[in-house]
Antibody, heavy 122, light 107 residues
Framework: QLLLVESGGSVVLPGRSLRLSCVAS????????MHWVRQAPGKGLEWLAI????????TYADSVKGRFTISRDNSKNTLYAQLNNVSPDDTATYYC???????????????WGQGTLVTVSS | DIQMTQSPSSLSASVGDRVSITCQAS??????LNWYQQKPGKGPRLLIY???NLEIGVPSRFSASGSGTEFTFTISSLQPEDIATYYC?????????FGQGTRLEMK
């Protein structure tokens, strides 16, 4: 069974950093591009970042560029996100998602985790 | 950024009803559009990719069509388990953007 399980969400003070993890099972992430997508409470979906299958290429949304780092450890079948200098606007459920590739791009999200909640509050 | 506008924002329907949601893109995105279903407390589920292709395992009562700037998602006969929020997503250009969602409720 294909599964993505995020962890690392918590209540964090503004200006601090946090690291999220996403462990995959039932498939090998080294064969796939991977993404982070977030959803503020009661709001819609916002794509944040993609990392290529081998970690050699990353692309970010402008809203997090410079503060957000996506990374992966294929040997651990795990995806990571590092978010620095957080603000209340970063309060959201963060999802990892597997990228399905078509037209030489991998921006279809064919499997999602259940999400991990990050709350930024003093 | 490409803006994706879904309508309606919410919809109330009965079991067995035919339900349709539209998604309009602010510019031509060809067929580079996906549809997702999200139930409360869960991550989204891919239903339709490339505007009209049914994902494996998705019931055939779900369908979608369109290209360019106008897209339609349809449930041919609404079932109780279809109660969810539905999102369209374009991937013609970065940043990837989603519609604001359509909340489907049972009448």
């Amino acid at each position: 069974q294909l599964l993505l399980v995020e962890s690392g969400g918590s209540v964090v003070l503004p200006g601090r950093s946090l690291r999220l993890s996403c462990v995959a099972s039932g498939f090998t992430i080294s064969n796939h591009a991977m993404h982070w997508v977030r959803q503020a409470p009661g709001k819609g979906l916002e794509w944040l970042a993609i990392i290529s299958y081998d970690g050699g290429d990353e692309t970010y949304a402008d809203s997090v560029k410079g503060r957000f780092t996506i990374s992966r450890d294929n040997s651990k079948n795990t995806l990571y996100a590092q978010l620095n200098n957080v603000s209340p606007d970063d309060t959201a459920t963060y999802y990892c998602a597997r990228g399905y590739c078509s037209r030489a791009s991998c921006y279809t999200f064919d499997n999602w985790g259940q999400g991990t909640l990050v709350t930024v509050s003093s | 950024d490409i803006q994706m506008t879904q309508s309606p924002s919410s919809l109330s329907a009965s079991v067995g009803d035919r339900v349709s949601i539209t998604c309009q893109a602010s510019q031509d995105i060809s067929y580079y559009l996906n549809w997702y279903q999200q139930k409360p407390g869960k991550g989204p589920r891919l239903l339709i990719y490339d505007a009209s292709n049914l994902e494996i395992g998705v019931p055939s009562r779900f369908s979608a069509s369109g290209s360019g700037t106008e897209f339609t998602f349809t449930i041919s006969s609404l079932q109780p388990e279809d109660i969810a929020t539905y999102y369209c997503q374009q991937y013609e250009d970065l940043p990837i953007t989603f519609g604001q969602g359509t909340r489907l409720e049972m009448k």
